[in-house]
């Protein structure tokens, strides 16, 4: 694991401890900084939603869907450099850690079901 980015180091341990420790917080906020406190919130706020067709976080605005570690979110499209591990928005980190430790609200239904009623 020596050669692995700082992305794939905090994962491999997160996955291993399968929960949120004060040393794991500190490896993603030392690696993405503000948006990795904004991804932990919202995992400790339930706000990382599965549904049949997608996964969606709960933003302050709006809802994203995020699927393969790629967001619809703007700081995604215009920010971030999509070759560069370390930069990803706070929303496609909240998957990745919510994943990672089962804090994931599952959703038996498809999501263009219910975004048809919002």
Same mark, same amino acid.
């Given at each position: ?65 995020? &699927? ?47 975004? &048809?009623?919002?």
């Amino acid at each position: 694991m020596s050669e692995a980015n700082p992305v794939e180091r905090w994962q491999a341990t997160l996955e291993e401890a399968g929960e949120l420790t004060p040393e794991i917080v500190g490896r993603i906020t030392d690696v993405h900084g503000d948006r990795g406190v904004r991804a932990i919130e919202a995992v400790g706020e339930n706000r990382v939603k599965s549904y049949r067709d997608f996964t969606i976080v709960v933003g302050y605005d709006d809802e994203y869907i995020v &699927e393969d570690g790629g967001c619809t979110c703007k700081d995604s499209e215009y920010n971030l450099d999509a070759d560069d591990p370390t930069e990803r928005c706070w929303h496609s980190l909240a998957v990745a850690i919510a994943r990672r430790v089962g804090h994931v609200d599952y959703h038996d239904m498809w999501y263009s079901d219910v975004r &048809e009623l919002l």
